[in-house]
């Protein structure tokens, strides 16, 4: 019997028609597979740089956008050809937390509102006052006491508990996945530690998986079980967190891995990352290798589009320099 999958991205491509600055428009996610099992919770990093398709993904597997080709699917039922009791099933089963945390909020209310609202549309509360122990219930799991909290505005309260209110608004609804796109970037660093720790206990205390999007590689490292490395819309390596970041195969992964600055002040930083402001190729050229205008080991196979091959840590990776390490993924 196969494993039930929750979530399912298959041969994904997303589109963009042109515009007046961009005539030929741009493709932002192209032939992007993904599979998230119900039975086995887990943290899965989408990285890459600004403009690798990690947003337009978030949005893809949230419902927010319909693909141009390519199907999500979520229980096994497509999301776009859903019935609306299915597709309310789906809203309250995947929630996302998104980059910024003051924007979420309404400044003229109280974060009572935030949390009142899902109650209220989902129909969780048998009364008022069981609405109330909810919410207390969802703070605390969050590290946070609800006399601290309950009653303020938005602008009274610090960007880290901003980001963990809206967790624990994510947790009133028992959902079965959430989408995290890049939610500790506007967070000082001092707090990113604690909702970190936050988002790994939404896996091992209550079974959640998470689509975490981040460009922090670092983070990616520290919270991830698996990672796909994008660049311009295109998966170049895949394979388990510790694995990519520990021992980048792909050229793109090795760039992005040397632009980790240490944290050693004994040791000159040894990063040798150029990336120029401005791609080398047009912006609507799909051939070949994605990378190969930025790439030191360009050859004529490069050319074409390369498949997946198998790295030499167990990753997969879209690159002819493994191509003799057995046929392709």
């Known amino acids: 019997m196969k494993p039930k999958k929750l979530l399912e991205l298959k041969n994904v491509t997303m589109a963009f028609t042109g515009n007046k600055r961009n005539p030929a428009g741009i493709v932002a996610l192209e032939d992007f597979d993904l599979a998230i099992r119900a039975d086995q919770p887990k943290i899965i990093a989408i990285a890459g740089e600004s403009g690798s398709g990690k947003t337009t993904l978030a949005r893809l597997a949230l419902g927010m956008i319909r693909p141009t080709s390519g ?38 209310y109280t ?9 209220r549309s989902f129909k969780l509360a048998k009364d008022r006052e069981h609405a ?9 799991k969050v590290g946070l006491r609800s006399s601290e909290v309950l009653g303020r505005y938005p602008h ?19 959902p079965k996945l959430i989408v995290a ?38 983070t990616a490292h520290q919270i991830s079980d698996e990672i796909f490395i994008l660049y311009r819309g295109r998966v170049v390596e895949t394979g388990s967190a ?30 040798t990352v150029e990336i120029p402001l401005e791609e080398l190729s047009p912006s609507d050229d799909r051939s070949g290798c994605l990378f190969r ?10 050319e074409h589009t390369p498949p997946n091959f198998p790295g030499n840590y167990g990753q997969s990776v879209a690159c002819y320099l493994y191509s003799d390490s057995g046929q392709p993924a």
């Open 293 to 302: 205008h930025r790439c030191p080991h360009t050859m004529t196979e490069c």
């Open 156 to 174: 009274q309260l610090s960007g880290g508990q901003r980001q963990r209110i809206v967790v624990a608004r994510s947790l009133l609804m028992h």
């Open 181 to 218: 796109d890049e939610p500790v970037s506007m967070i000082d660093a001092s707090l990113r530690a604690n909702i970190l720790t936050k988002l790994k206990e939404l896996r091992d205390d209550f079974a959640i998986s998470l689509l975490y999007i981040t460009h922090d590689l670092a």
């Open 111 to 119: 974060i009572d509102r935030l949390l009142q609202t899902p109650i």
């Open 132 to 140: 109330q122990q909810l919410i207390h219930d969802a703070l605390d």
């Open 71 to 108: 199907e999500v699917v979520y229980q096994g039922r497509d999301l776009w050809a859903m019935s609306n009791a299915q597709r309310r099933d789906y809203r309250r089963n995947v929630q996302a937390i998104f980059q910024d945390p003051f924007a979420v909020y309404n400044p003229f």
């Open 242 to 271: 510790a694995s990519v970041i520990q021992n980048p195969q792909h050229p793109y992964t090795q760039l992005l891995v040397a632009s980790i600055p240490r944290p050693d002040p004994d040791r000159r930083w040894q990063g």
